[in-house]
């Protein structure tokens, strides 16, 4: 699987870093001048095969510096885990938080890469004793993972869901509370936030709208943005052939264009 750092033949991600961070972002670099937006989350803000992200567009609209500190395949553990790329969201005017990746993430169960948080590490012993049936040497990657333990065992599987919720919820305040301008939850997706949990094939797997509605009293707001195109067939021209199956399951050029919008509206009021 890509890194964030890798580049197709036809656009220039300019990978950066900010504050000591050991995480890559996409480029060009941004001076961290006051007040400036930090974009944080996964696939949807960093922008892969979108030559102007919503990040990028968004700058223009507000008039302030945007940063884009998006991680393809990030949980909350990227950032948790990272001190550099944690202050350099701190210290902006306004955090803007893509709600994604519940499952991406060490919790009681199983522990993910601290930095690549789709990687399956290692089961904890409470994992093993709830399935001991299971052969974990297998497993490289978290989605894998859950999709075996559900198919041994749904009542069992319960368990683990209701931990993984759990766990994101009370690092999603963790992460809310060191940030010190106003924070926007971010929904970007192809479907509305779900009002019941999905099943393990679902893009977004455990969310539901009371999850996020639930962290309401610690956020400025929810930006929803649920585009009626995620990706045009006309939107392929900076995709290398052999992965337009990939870029089908990420957002277009228009997508971007409808979250630079949404997201220009909410916070501009904030910013001036």
């Not at 567009?57 to 990030?74: M, P």
């Not at 319960?158 to 766990?167: C, F, S």
């Not at 990939?246 to 997201?263: I, K």
Request: net charge neutral; charged share 20%.
């Amino acid at each position: 699987m890509d890194i964030s750092s890798t580049r197709n033949q036809g656009i220039d991600y300019a990978p950066c870093r900010y504050g000591g961070s050991r995480l890559w972002f996409r480029g060009p670099r941004r001076a961290l001048r006051s007040p400036y937006v930090a974009c944080l989350g996964g696939c949807g803000v960093y922008g892969r095969y979108v030559a102007h992200p919503w990040s990028q567009q968004l700058e223009a609209r507000v008039g302030s510096t945007v940063v884009n500190l998006g991680v393809e395949n990030a949980g909350i553990d990227a950032y948790l885990n990272d001190p550099g790329a944690l202050a350099t969201a701190a210290q902006a005017r306004v955090a803007v938080i893509q709600v994604t990746g519940v499952h991406n993430m060490s919790n009681r169960f199983y522990a993910t890469h601290p930095r690549r948080n789709d990687r399956f590490l290692k089961a904890s012993p409470p994992l093993k004793s709830l399935y001991p049936e299971m052969d974990f040497t297998e497993v490289h990657f978290t989605r894998h993972l859950l999709g075996r333990l559900h198919a041994i065992c749904p009542d069992r599987f319960d368990m683990v869901a209701q931990e993984v919720k759990d766990a994101w919820q009370a690092r999603m305040r963790s992460m809310i509370a060191q940030m010190n301008g106003e924070v926007f939850l971010l929904w970007f997706a192809p479907q509305a936030l779900p009002e019941d949990a999905v099943g393990v094939t679902g893009s977004e797997l455990f969310l539901t709208r009371g999850m996020v509605e639930a962290l309401a009293p610690h956020v400025r707001g929810l930006i929803e943005v649920v585009p009626t195109k995620w990706r045009a067939e006309d939107e392929f021209l900076d995709v290398p052939p052999l992965e337009t199956s990939r870029a089908a399951c990420l957002p277009g050029p228009t997508a971007h264009h409808h979250v630079a919008e949404a997201v220009a509206r909410a916070i501009i009021p904030v910013l001036h």
